[in-house]
Structures are given as structure tokens and as C-alpha cells.
T-cell receptor
Framework: DAGVIQSPRHEVTEMGQEVTLRCKPI?????LFWYRQTMMRGLELLIY????????DSGMPEDRFSAKMPNASFSTLKIQPSEPRDSAVYFC???????????FGSGTRLTVV | GEDVEQSLFLSVREGDSSVINCTYT??????LYWYKQEPGAGLQLLTY?????DMKQDQRLTVLLNKKDKHLSLRIADTQTGDSAIYFC???????????FGKGTSLLVTP
């Protein structure tokens, strides 16, 4: 199993540009989570999906952020327009119903200049 | 949301024991977790404890849980340089779907 796959690994973009982060969860996992990691705030839960349906997006910082999960094998997190304060490492994680089956991807390091 | 609290840094000598402490927030958490993050990588599950247990031992790792004080600790025996990483405490929240993480404890093991 290839694990949770995120792309790109690194993204550098200019302020105001649209950024799309991608995630392929582990096959068979029915929940998907997006987290953001910064030095100041640690790991923050942005949004999670269960069976492709968004369950809780209360962690999404503002309307510039949106996430979709069109099918069980793909999710995107979009920032439009991006700002320097969005610079962080964004992690995707997936799990099956068993709470121990929680697997993280390697993350996307986003730098907005 | 409320914060899971951890000390930010810990430095130990190789061969000594390390103890990383955590205070969590949700008394209804079913599981409590310790994750390890190495540089440039995602988080990996290190160990976990079910909320009806007080202690769990797994090779060099010992987890202690004090539910009354909402305190969780991770002890690493015979700490090695390869144990240098960031360790995150996490509690299950929102009906067990999501995990709420502490800010992580950076463990530095010196020779």
C-alpha cells in the first residue's frame, strides 16, 4: 500500500494566486482529514469528510479556503487568493472506522511570497 | 477549541529515559495517542492507550494515563539518537472522528 499520497510536496506561489493541494487517501479508508501545521499554532484541523461528505469545516480559517472530495480516492484543498500567512505545511490523513487506522501523508509545504 | 498542552522541548542524554507529558481536554476521549514526527515527514502513530487503562507498555515505550487529572505521559527507556523527533499527544474528539493534537514536544537526544 502506497499510503496517503499528497501533491505537490512543495509549493511556492505569489500572494494572490490560487493554490490547489491534492490528496489520495488509502483505498478503503472512509474518512479524510486536512490539517495545517505551523510553528505558532501547531496542528490545526481544517476540515474532515466521512464517506466523501464534509462533516465539520469549522476549522477552515476563512472563505478563501475550500475543500472538496468528489470521490473516495481524491480530495483537494484550495486557497484563493493565497496570502503570506497561509504559509504552512498542510497534511492530509485518512482512516477507516477503527480509530487506530489513522494515517498521515507526507505533507505539502506551502510558501506564499 | 481547547488546547492539548505539552512542553515544547526536552533534551536527554543517550541511554537515559525520556518522559514527555501532556494534559488533554476531553474527558470523554475513548483513545489517547502519541504520534512521532521526524523532519520533513508526516506523523506516525507511535502508541495509544484506551481510556479505561492506566498504563500500557510496548517495548521501550510506557504510557501512563491519569483520567482524573487528564494527564498522559510517554516514557521512552534507553533513549537513542534515532528517537530525536517531535512527539505529539492527541485526543479523539467529535464522536471519535477527528484528533485534537498538542503543539508537540521536540525531543533532542545527545550522545
Amino acid at each position: 500500500d502506497a499510503g496517503v499520497i499528497q501533491s505537490p510536496r512543495h509549493e511556492v506561489t505569489e500572494m494572490g494566486q490560487e493554490v490547489t493541494l491534492r490528496c489520495k487517501p488509502i483505498s478503503g479508508h472512509n474518512s479524510l482529514f486536512w490539517y495545517r501545521q505551523t510553528m505558532m499554532r501547531g496542528l490545526e484541523l481544517l476540515i474532515y469528510f466521512n464517506n466523501n461528505v464534509p462533516i465539520d469545516d469549522s476549522g477552515m480559517p476563512e472563505d478563501r479556503f475550500s475543500a472538496k472530495m468528489p470521490n473516495a480516492s481524491f480530495s483537494t484543498l484550495k486557497i484563493q487568493p493565497s496570502e503570506p500567512r497561509d504559509s504552512a505545511v498542510y497534511f492530509c490523513a485518512s482512516r477507516i472506522t477503527d480509530p487506530l487506522g489513522y494515517t498521515f501523508g507526507s505533507g505539502t509545504r506551502l510558501t506564499v511570497v | 477549541g481547547e488546547d492539548v498542552e505539552q512542553s515544547l522541548f526536552l533534551s536527554v542524554r543517550e541511554g537515559d529515559s525520556s518522559v514527555i507529558n501532556c494534559t488533554y481536554t476531553d474527558s470523554s476521549s475513548t483513545y489517547l495517542y502519541w504520534y512521532k514526527q521526524e523532519p520533513g515527514a508526516g506523523l506516525q502513530l507511535l502508541t495509544y492507550i484506551f481510556s479505561n487503562m492506566d498504563m500500557k507498555q510496548d517495548q521501550r515505550l510506557t504510557v501512563l494515563l491519569n483520567k482524573k487529572d487528564k494527564h498522559l505521559s510517554l516514557r521512552i527507556a534507553d533513549t537513542q539518537t534515532g528517537d530525536s523527533a517531535i512527539y505529539f499527544c492527541a485526543e479523539s474528539i467529535r464522536s471519535g472522528y477527528a484528533l485534537n493534537f498538542g503543539k508537540g514536544t521536540s525531543l533532542l537526544v545527545t550522545p
